[in-house]
């Protein structure tokens, strides 16, 4: 077991992060699925104007992008994987699991936030929410170290 592991203040920053990470995504799974209630007054004009003009800028790139997610139904798939991550980043046994299958999701959202979206703070946002992300999953680096080298171990033995 590597040296950090064995200081306890970094154990119990781990695990004080990772459930305060694992409950945000249930959260934020959960939040998919609450129906929000439509606003009072809708102005297409700027799709409109978009779509008339061929322009797409940002954020209304990012607001279509949301509509046809959310018209999809792809955004409730996203939030099934979201409330199944963070149940599996509760539980010791399962965290890296969880926090594996919640990495490809945080850096789409990240991507999507970052070329879709001009607010800097939903690029802060979703900027931290990847670091935190890798830097949970770069506490079982030992773990992921030794299934890789294990792996190439074994195809190179199978290929001779």
Not at 92 to 106: A, K, Q
């Amino acid at each position: 077991m590597p040296a950090i592991h064995n200081n306890k203040i970094v154990l119990f920053s781990h695990v004080v992060i990772s459930i305060a990470f694992g409950l945000f995504f249930m959260y934020a799974g959960v939040k998919k699925f609450i129906p929000k209630p439509p606003p009072k007054t809708i102005d297409h004009s700027a799709f409109i104007q978009a779509f008339t003009d061929n322009v797409f800028d940002n954020p209304l790139t990012f607001k279509l992008g949301v509509k046809a997610l959310k018209a999809s139904g792809f955004l409730k798939m996203v939030g099934v994987l979201q409330i199944l991550s963070g149940l599996l980043i509760l539980f010791p046994r399962t965290r890296l699991i969880g926090l594996l299958m919640l990495l490809p999701i945080v850096v789409n959202v990240f991507c999507f936030h970052f070329f879709m979206d001009n607010r800097p703070s939903e690029n802060i946002e979703t900027g931290l929410l990847l670091a935190v992300n890798i830097i949970l999953v770069a506490f079982y680096y030992h773990k992921l170290k030794a299934l890789y080298i294990r792996n190439l171990h074994d195809l190179y033995i199978h290929k001779n």
